[in-house]
């Protein structure tokens, strides 16, 4: 038996300490928001004035349109990343959108859980792990 001492993000989900498949750790996960955050200024920039609502709504499209395509968005993937079922697999088509409108509010993004899951993964009932 484990104590709270010996347990380690993922652990409850049956997932692995390190490695392929662990819980993506904070910069990690900063790294993938900023390169996704970057992209959709560099759109808003070139199509759009720098309109906020318009680069708010680049972002959330990246990652709705990737999430389910190609397991993450861009910068999920570029920073080594996969977003998936807490139980594993694909998180299909309505979990991205979820997930997604909850993370531009912010405030989920940022309350975790002991497994590193924020309130936007916990409700989309999805989990971002090294890929």
Do not use: K
Request: net charge positive.
């Amino acid at each position: 038996m484990t104590t709270s001492a010996d347990a380690y993000p993922g652990q409850r989900l049956g997932l692995p300490p390190t490695g392929r498949g662990s819980v993506a750790r904070v910069p990690r996960r900063l790294a993938g928001l900023a390169i996704d955050w970057i992209a959709a200024v560099v759109i808003s920039i070139a199509f759009f004035d720098y309109d906020p609502l318009a680069t708010m709504a680049i972002f959330a499209a990246v990652h709705i349109l990737f999430i389910p395509t190609i397991g993450g968005s861009p910068g999920h993937r570029i920073a080594g990343m996969r977003l998936q079922l807490a139980t594993g697999g694909w998180p299909g088509l309505w979990r991205p959108i979820v997930r997604t409108l909850l993370l531009v509010l912010v405030i989920p993004a940022v309350i975790w859980d002991p497994d590193q899951r924020g309130l936007h993964d916990r409700a989309a009932g999805t989990i971002l792990v090294r890929a």
